[in-house]
């Protein structure tokens, strides 16, 4: 019996490197972002967070296309970023929507950590709301003859303000919950 034991704890001292190089090579991020520390719903948090981040950074890239062309009087550029905004606004508000459901039944052990997540609630409702306005509002103006190219940049605008204000209640709330975000040298990364 005591040899039986041995040579399963011999096996399974063998087999542990192997199933940890295993693991390892099945999550790439992982060196970076400490899954140590992550447990699931942080994870999934985490997920949501980065796929919605990928979405508002392609609404600010093309804000800052719209900001360029109008500066360098290209037309067609502003009107083809005009096109892509509403999408872009309709995929980051998505996005929001999705994020306001994984939150909704999240809660902490202490009262800062619930009073973080009611605040990046907050922020995620007022930022699905520019969205969707962003969304009707390019919409509506893209189907004219003509648009008009400062209302495109004023909208645009309005939704990179919105982006702004939920990215600095985002950060607040990472660093309340101990969340390691990968940076990726973005316009709003604080």
């Known amino acids: 019996m005591k040899q039986m034991i041995r040579w399963t704890a011999a096996m399974l001292i063998g ?22 520390k992550l447990t699931p719903e942080k994870r ?14 392609l609404i600010a890239g093309i804000h800052a296309r719209v900001i360029r062309a109008q500066a360098s009087g ?12 509403p999408r872009a606004c309709r995929a980051g508000a998505v996005g929001a929507d999705r994020d306001t459901r994984l939150i909704s039944s999240m809660h902490t052990n202490s009262p800062a950590g619930d009073q973080a997540l009611h605040q990046y609630r907050a922020a995620l409702d007022t930022l699905g709301t520019a969205l969707r306005a962003c969304e009707h509002d390019g919409s509506t103006l893209m189907a004219n003859a003509k648009p008009d190219f400062a209302r495109i940049e004023s909208i645009s605008e ?18 309340k919950l101990d969340i390691d975000l990968p940076v990726t040298g973005k316009m709003f990364r604080g």
């Not at 999934?44 to 950074?57: I, Y």
């Not at 290209?74 to 905004?85: E, F, H, I, K």
């Open 15 to 36: 087999i542990a490197p192997i199933a940890a190089a295993s693991a390892a090579a099945q999550s790439p991020t992982a060196d970076i972002l400490q899954p140590g």
């Open 44 to 57: 999934t948090l985490r997920d949501d967070m980065l796929m919605l981040r990928d979405s508002l950074d």
């Open 74 to 85: 290209m037309t067609g550029v502003s009107l083809s970023a005009g096109r892509q905004l």
């Open 158 to 175: 309005s939704a990179v303000q919105a982006i702004r204000i939920y990215e600095g209640v985002r950060l607040m709330l990472v660093r």
